[in-house]
Nanobody, 125 residues
Framework: QVELVESGGGLVQAVGSLTLSCVGSGRTFSSYGTAWFRQAPGKEREFVAGIMWNSDSIHYKTSVKGRITIARDNDKNTVSLQMKRLQPDDTALYYC??????????????????WGRGTQVTVSS
C-alpha cells in the first residue's frame, strides 16, 4: 500500500506554467508505476501522463503532448508534472495515481489502486 499527496496546484494565467508534485509514502515507491489524471466539472476523469517505475516508459495524452513533462525520483518518492503554455481548458482537479509494477500504464482509471485527494489547477484567460 502507498499513500499519495499532491501539491502545487493554484491559479495561473493562460500560457503560464505550473509544476505539480506527488509524494508517496507507506511502501517503496519504486514498486509502482504512476500517472496523473484530471477531472473538470461535469466531465469524465481522464489520463494526462504516466511514467513507469524505472522511467523507461512514458506516455502522454495527445492533446497535452509537447507542453507537459512527467518525471519521478524514486529516492525521494516523488513524481512531478511540469505544465507549460496552460489554457483555460486545462482547468481541473489533478490526481496522482499509482499502479502495481508489471501492470503497465493503462489509460483507464479503474486499473490504478491508489489515489491522492487531488490538487486544483485553475487557468484564467
Amino acid at each position: 500500500q502507498v499513500e499519495l499527496v499532491e501539491s502545487g496546484g493554484g491559479l495561473v494565467q493562460a500560457v503560464g506554467s505550473l509544476t505539480l508534485s506527488c509524494v508517496g509514502s507507506g511502501r517503496t515507491f519504486s514498486s509502482y508505476g504512476t500517472a496523473w489524471f484530471r477531472q473538470a466539472p461535469g466531465k469524465e476523469r481522464e489520463f494526462v501522463a504516466g511514467i513507469m517505475w524505472n522511467s523507461d516508459s512514458i506516455h502522454y495524452k495527445t492533446s497535452v503532448k509537447g507542453r507537459i513533462t512527467i518525471a519521478r525520483d524514486n529516492d525521494k518518492n516523488t513524481v512531478s508534472l511540469q505544465m507549460k503554455r496552460l489554457q483555460p481548458d486545462d482547468t481541473a482537479l489533478y490526481y496522482c495515481a499509482a499502479i502495481t509494477d508489471g501492470m503497465g500504464l493503462p489509460l483507464s482509471e479503474k486499473y490504478y489502486e491508489y489515489w491522492g485527494r487531488g490538487t486544483q489547477v485553475t487557468v484564467s484567460s
